[in-house]
Structure formats: structure tokens, C-alpha cells
């Protein structure tokens, strides 16, 4: 099964059945790549996500302040924020290819594309895009497997 296409999502709810959907393909080892606004949903999303991976919700709180913070649940994940990450020496530093190849570990990263290069040849991933709709609570998602 497969997550690719764009879904119109009207309310926190409707996002938790999307980040179910996700859960559904997610079976270690794959990378998830989060970009949207700020407020968009991002963590929203993994906090979704990992409840469907078996994690308690309490546990996911944005890692702004450490870059990764470590979740451990049914499968680990490595849940990653690289909005205040100045360059790509900071994620070397921190040993980011090595978790990123770390074998049955889900790597989730919030704003991913702020450093693309370091995971684009990456696989398996599935890349989401969130954008703000016009009402309230609506997002417009797009999402891409890469396999
Ligand atoms: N459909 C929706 N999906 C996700 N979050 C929603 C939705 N509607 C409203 N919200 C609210 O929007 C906010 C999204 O915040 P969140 O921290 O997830 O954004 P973010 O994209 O991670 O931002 P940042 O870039 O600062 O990390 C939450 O307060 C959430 O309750
Ligand atoms: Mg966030």
C-alpha cells in the first residue's frame, strides 16, 4: 500500500486518520520527510503517527531545542526538527547518516527540505507536504513514496 497522492484534510481528526494511513505502510527503516509552514501540523502529524505506532502521545513534543530526540515504542524513532539547524556540519556532528541508515528505525524530520542534499538519496521515504487551507483546521497534503 502506498500513501502517494493529495488529500484535502478538514479537521485534527481527519489528520489522524491520514497519519493511521501512513502508519499502516510504516514497518521500520523508513524515512518521513515533513515540510509546511510553521503551525502547519507537522508535529500534530507525528504525534498521530506514533500513537498508531504504539507510543504514548504525552512523549512527542517538538525536539526544536535538540534537533532529535529519541522515541521508543513499538519500532524506535528518531524524530528530528531542522528548523533552528544552522548547517549541515551541526546534523554530521550528530552522527545523521548513521541513524539515518540505522536498520528498523523510523527517522521523521520537520522541515526536512532545509537540508535536503544530506537525505534525498535516501530509501525507502515518504516525502508530505502540509499547506494551510482556507478554513481553520483544513491542510492540503501531498504526499510521495520513494522507494
Ligand atoms: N487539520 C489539522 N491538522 C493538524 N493540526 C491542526 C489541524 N487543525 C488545527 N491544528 C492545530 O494546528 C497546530 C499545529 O501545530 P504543530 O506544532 O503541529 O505545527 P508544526 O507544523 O509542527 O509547526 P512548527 O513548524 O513550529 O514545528 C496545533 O495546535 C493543532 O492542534
Ligand atoms: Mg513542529
Same mark, same amino acid.
Given at each position: $500500500? +502506498?500513501?502517494t %497522492?493529495?488529500?484535502?484534510?478538514? +479537521?485534527?481528526?481527519? $489528520?489522524?486518520?491520514?497519519? !493511521?494511513?501512513v502508519?499502516?505502510t510504516? !514497518? %521500520?527503516g523508513e #524515512?518521513i520527510? #515533513?515540510?509546511g509552514? @510553521? %503551525?502547519?501540523?507537522?508535529?500534530?502529524f507525528?504525534g498521530a503517527?506514533?500513537?498508531? @505506532?504504539g507510543i &504514548?502521545?504525552t512523549?512527542i513534543c517538538s525536539?526544536t531545542y535538540?534537533? $532529535?530526540?529519541?522515541?521508543? %515504542?513499538?519500532?524506535?524513532i528518531?524524530?528530528?526538527?531542522?528548523?533552528r539547524?544552522k548547517?549541515?556540519?551541526e #546534523?554530521?556532528a550528530v552522527?545523521? @547518516?548513521e #541513524? @539515518?541508515?540505522?536498520?528498523?528505525?523510523v527517522n521523521i524530520i520537520e522541515?526536512?527540505?532545509?537540508?535536503?542534499?544530506?537525505?534525498?538519496?535516501?530509501?525507502p521515504?515518504?516525502?508530505? !507536504?502540509i499547506?494551510?487551507?482556507?478554513?481553520?483546521?483544513?491542510?492540503?497534503?501531498?504526499?510521495e513514496? &520513494? +522507494?
Amino acid at each position: $500500500m +502506498s500513501v502517494t %497522492g493529495s488529500y484535502v484534510i478538514n +479537521s485534527e481528526a481527519e $489528520m489522524e486518520d491520514f497519519a !493511521k494511513k501512513v502508519a499502516g505502510t510504516v !514497518k %521500520g527503516g523508513e #524515512l518521513i520527510t #515533513l515540510d509546511g509552514e @510553521l %503551525g502547519s501540523g507537522k508535529t500534530f502529524f507525528v504525534g498521530a503517527l506514533c500513537e498508531h @505506532l504504539g507510543i &504514548k502521545r504525552t512523549m512527542i513534543c517538538s525536539p526544536t531545542y535538540t534537533i $532529535m530526540r529519541e522515541i521508543k %515504542g513499538h519500532v524506535k524513532i528518531y524524530h528530528w526538527d531542522f528548523y533552528r539547524v544552522k548547517s549541515i556540519d551541526e #546534523l554530521i556532528a550528530v552522527d545523521f @547518516l548513521e #541513524l @539515518l541508515n540505522e536498520k528498523n528505525t523510523v527517522n521523521i524530520i520537520e522541515w526536512a527540505s532545509l537540508f535536503k542534499e544530506s537525505w534525498e538519496n535516501c530509501f525507502p521515504r515518504i516525502e508530505i !507536504k502540509i499547506e494551510f487551507g482556507e478554513k481553520d483546521e483544513q491542510r492540503r497534503i501531498r504526499a510521495e513514496s &520513494k +522507494s
